[in-house]
């Protein structure tokens, strides 16, 4: 892999824990949903920075996704995990790095598979714009265009401690 940049991805994942906390109102108690697998990393570290009480939940695009055919399915296939009553609940899904927009749209059809939710946000740590979709994000870290012909890399350390190069 050529690392042509190398993004400060702990502070634009600050940027994005402060404006998640900036957007809770007081009683507002969201469900945060992360996409598997890096916006389920970025949920995870999210849910404790906040001190937020409800269930964190996962979300996998795999099966909603409408180039399945030509992608097929990941090679390491993670299931969604909602631990709460999705019908009625006020979430935040949150991801990586938004693009397209078409896995956001794969995830929300996921979601509404197990209720009807009274609300839904997202969060997302990176915005590359390219949209192709009508999608935005309520909450992100930072926005970096990039030429398609480039891609975003998240990696999480062992510590926790997240990362984000340009290839």
Known sequence: MNNKTLLDAESIYGALRDRVAAGLEPGRTPHLVGVHSG????????????????????????????????????????????????AGADIIVVDDILYTGRTVRAVINELFDYGRPARVELAVLLDRGGRELPIEARYCGAVHPLARTQDFVLRRADDGSLSLSIT
């Open 39 to 86: 916006g389920a990393w970025i949920a995870e570290r999210l849910h404790r920075d906040l001190g937020l009480t409800t269930p964190l939940g996962s979300l996998s695009s795999a099966f909603h996704r409408d180039d399945y055919g030509r992608r097929g399915l990941p090679a390491e296939m993670k299931s969604t995990g909602l631990p709460f009553d999705v």
